[in-house]
């Protein structure tokens, strides 16, 4: 039997009608239709699903859409503005920390997850911070660059 | 990847959730983090026809320190154990664990009791927690039991509760007097890795040079449940610490693993680890120990 949750995606309100074995990546994609978080392993490993739920990075895929409601959910198309890029995204098209794109969406909100609470993360930090999402194009060096580009302009938003 | 249906409950106090536990028995799955249940259910391991979440009960998040002992709400996060300054300054060897659980992502989710009642034999919590002593309190309808953890664990996946019965908290005496402890996680990767060996270790001594009161060596990994190394526990109390006792205690507690054969690494292998990782968790227990 479907639920009525409501839930605060990007700043917006959505009430939506869901099954208790719908997981929050699933309906993000295909109720709210939000494609840019992604789904991979779907098991919790691969960090692609990363969302910030009440402003903690989690794995979507693992979350219930029925034990989120009522929460907020930042996903990757909540970081643009009117301005632009968030300086995250700018930093990650301008140093190449892109090649496929499919782990990007997870590496970015990780890397906003860590400097809000600490924008002088060192290397090590920001190595950690993103060790729960893989890039299998293996670039780690170019996006742990970006992040730690944005952090020396001190720029993060 | 799709889950198989079932039907949700969500209550928001203890005595709610263990009446539906005591109607629904075998047939539900308590639902805490999800980082294990989810993953079994989309794996078709696990098919309950009702998922009870835990995640609507204010009470089970939350530490509460009362009189020198320490309860730990079931629901606690393992982000939150790590972060709490009450574990941080006296547990800290706990707080190590909760550190290196899965990843930054899962450790936002995964719960201090889902990492207990999955009863992985490489779980990180369990080893931290048993060198303190800690004991889970387990709920029903018809009342409570307190169990210490060094008899909760059965085998891999099996614990002493029973299909209705609830880990509401876990609870710990805060360590008195000159003690330390440590936490050590041995694996080929530093995230999203399950231990090859790991060794918690907890000591007391009765002066700052003087010798062992009290030692518990839990060693992960290494049998079909967390153990007890009871024979380098034996080997420590009453003796003034050194290398050279640490090494004795080492490769007693080397004697009491049981490790088996399996494609992460070999047993042989897994015993000399436990010897070399007990020698410096005691070692890393002293320096704490000393340093307090």
Same mark, same amino acid.
């Given at each position: 039997?479907?639920?009525?949750?409501?839930?605060?995606?990007?700043?917006?309100?959505y009430?939506?009608?869901?099954?208790?074995?719908?997981?929050?990546?699933?309906?993000?994609?295909?109720?709210?239709?939000?494609?840019?978080?992604?789904?991979?392993?779907?098991?919790?490993?691969?960090?692609?699903?990363?969302?910030?739920?009440?402003?903690?990075?989690?794995?979507?895929?693992?979350?219930?859409?029925?034990?989120?409601?009522?929460?907020?959910?930042?996903?990757?198309?909540?970081?643009e503005?009117?301005?632009?890029?968030?300086?995250?995204?700018?930093?990650?098209?301008?140093?190449?920390?892109?090649q496929?794109?499919?782990?990007?969406?997870?590496?970015?909100?990780?890397?906003?997850?860590?400097?809000d609470?600490?924008?002088?993360?060192?290397?090590q930090?920001?190595?950690a911070?993103?060790?729960?999402?893989?890039?299998?194009?293996?670039?780690?060096?170019?996006?742990?660059?970006?992040?730690?580009?944005?952090?020396?302009?001190?720029?993060?938003? | 990847?799709?889950?198989?249906?079932?039907?949700?409950?969500?209550?928001?106090?203890?005595? #709610?959730?263990?009446?539906?536990?005591?109607q629904? $028995?075998?047939?539900?799955?308590?639902?805490? $983090?999800?980082?294990?249940?989810?993953?079994?259910? #989309?794996?078709k391991?696990?098919?309950?026809d009702?998922?009870?979440?835990?995640g609507?009960?204010?009470?089970?998040?939350?530490?509460?320190?009362?009189?020198?002992?320490?309860?730990?709400?079931?629901c606690?996060?393992?982000a939150?154990?790590?972060?709490?300054?009450?574990?941080?300054?006296?547990?800290?060897?706990?707080?190590?664990?909760?550190?290196?659980?899965?990843?930054?992502?899962?450790r936002?989710?995964?719960t201090?009791?889902?990492?207990?009642?999955?009863?992985?034999?490489?779980?990180?919590?369990?080893?931290p927690?048993?060198a303190?002593?800690?004991?889970?309190?387990?709920?029903?309808?018809?009342?409570?039991?307190?169990?210490?953890?060094?008899?909760?664990?059965?085998?891999?996946? #099996?614990?002493?509760?029973?299909?209705?019965?609830?880990?509401?908290?876990?609870?710990?005496?805060?360590?008195?007097?000159?003690?330390?402890?440590?936490y050590i996680?041995?694996?080929?990767?530093?995230?999203?890795?399950?231990?090859?060996?790991?060794?918690?270790?907890?000591?007391?001594?009765?002066?700052?040079?003087?010798?062992?009161? #009290?030692?518990?060596?839990v060693? $992960?990994?290494?049998?079909?449940?967390?153990?007890?190394?009871?024979?380098?526990?034996?080997?420590?109390?009453?003796?003034?610490?050194?290398?050279?006792?640490?090494?004795?205690?080492?490769?007693?507690?080397? $004697?009491?693993?049981?490790?088996?054969?399996?494609?992460?690494?070999?047993?042989?292998y897994?015993?000399?680890?436990?010897?070399?990782?007990?020698?410096?968790?005691?070692?890393?227990?002293?320096?704490?120990?000393?340093?307090?």
């Amino acid at each position: 039997m479907k639920r009525l949750i409501r839930l605060t995606v990007n700043d917006k309100n959505y009430e939506i009608a869901v099954k208790p074995n719908q997981t929050l990546a699933d309906v993000i994609r295909e109720e709210i239709g939000l494609t840019g978080t992604k789904k991979g392993c779907e098991m919790g490993e691969c960090g692609t699903c990363t969302v910030l739920l009440d402003g903690k990075p989690v794995n979507s895929c693992l979350v219930l859409a029925v034990q989120a409601d009522g929460g907020h959910v930042l996903t990757i198309e909540g970081l643009e503005t009117d301005q632009g890029l968030h300086p995250i995204q700018q930093a990650f098209v301008e140093k190449g920390a892109i090649q496929c794109g499919f782990c990007t969406s997870g590496m970015i909100l990780s890397a906003k997850s860590l400097l809000d609470q600490n924008p002088e993360a060192d290397e090590q930090e920001i190595r950690a911070a993103i060790s729960g999402n893989l890039c299998r194009c293996t670039g780690y060096q170019k996006i742990v660059e970006a992040i730690q580009s944005v952090k020396d302009q001190g720029s993060v938003s | 990847m799709l889950l198989p249906e079932f039907e949700f409950h969500e209550p928001t106090t203890v005595s #709610k959730a263990c009446e539906i536990m005591g109607q629904l $028995g075998a047939k539900a799955r308590l639902l805490a $983090g999800g980082t294990d249940l989810v993953v079994n259910m #989309k794996k078709k391991v696990v098919r309950p026809d009702h998922v009870v979440s835990l995640g609507r009960i204010d009470i089970l998040k939350g530490i509460i320190e009362e009189n020198g002992l320490l309860t730990i709400g079931a629901c606690m996060t393992a982000a939150e154990l790590a972060g709490a300054e009450v574990i941080r300054s006296n547990l800290p060897a706990l707080a190590d664990g909760a550190r290196v659980l899965g990843s930054p992502l899962i450790r936002n989710l995964a719960t201090v009791a889902g990492n207990l009642v999955s009863a992985r034999p490489a779980a990180d919590l369990p080893p931290p927690l048993m060198a303190y002593g800690a004991r889970a309190v387990l709920t029903k309808t018809s009342g409570e039991r307190s169990v210490d953890l060094k008899d909760f664990f059965l085998g891999p996946g #099996k614990t002493v509760m029973d299909p209705d019965e609830i880990l509401t908290r876990i609870t710990i005496e805060v360590p008195r007097g000159r003690y330390g402890d440590s936490y050590i996680k041995l694996g080929v990767r530093q995230t999203l890795e399950i231990s090859l060996v790991n060794v918690a270790a907890f000591i007391r001594l009765d002066r700052p040079d003087g010798s062992i009161t #009290k030692a518990r060596i839990v060693l $992960g990994s290494v049998g079909p449940t967390p153990l007890r190394a009871v024979s380098a526990e034996k080997a420590l109390m009453g003796q003034s610490p050194s290398d050279a006792l640490f090494a004795r205690a080492g490769e007693a507690a080397a $004697g009491d693993a049981r490790p088996i054969d399996d494609f992460r690494g070999s047993a042989e292998y897994r015993r000399d680890m436990v010897g070399v990782l007990t020698r410096r968790a005691l070692s890393a227990a002293l320096d704490r120990a000393r340093s307090l």
